[in-house]
Nanobody
Framework: QVQLVESGGGLVQAGGSLRLSCVAS????????MGWYRRVPGKQRRELVASIANTGSTNYADSVKGRFTISRDNDKNTVNLQMNSLKPEDTAVYYC????????????????WGQGTQVTVSS
């Protein structure tokens, strides 16, 4: 079993910054992609914010390019999201995601999710 625990959410004024962190623990052989998703108020689906492969290759939603930076530490099984120049429309619950390979089925990477952390940006 794999657990993902997020931290770093909170309330910030528009233009401010927050840093989200997520640590994965449990039965981890290796982790493929790690990422952050968010669910904005009034919407049911989570949307991709940013992802990072174990090679370091990154992908960002257009709405956050130039403002958010994703990073990871493969040795510590952590992924971070530095969010700058925050806007009210960034208000959402942010979820950490990781594609984890666990013993004994190391040939399959299964998605694991954190419990979510609230980010609120006031105008």
């Amino acid at each position: 079993q794999v657990q993902l625990v997020e931290s770093g959410g909170g309330l910030v004024q528009a233009g401010g910054s927050l840093r989200l962190s997520c640590v994965a623990s449990g039965n981890i052989f290796s982790i493929d992609d790690m990422g952050w998703y968010r669910r904005v108020p009034g919407k049911q689906r989570r949307e991709l914010v940013a992802s990072i492969a174990n090679t370091g290759s990154t992908n960002y939603a257009d709405s956050v390019k130039g403002r958010f930076t994703i990073s990871r530490d493969n040795d510590k099984n952590t992924v971070n999201l530095q969010m700058n120049s925050l806007k009210p429309e960034d208000t959402a619950v942010y979820y950490c995601n990781a594609a984890v390979r666990s013993r004994p089925l190391t040939g399959i990477a299964l998605p694991s999710w954190g419990q979510g952390t609230q980010v609120t940006v006031s105008s």
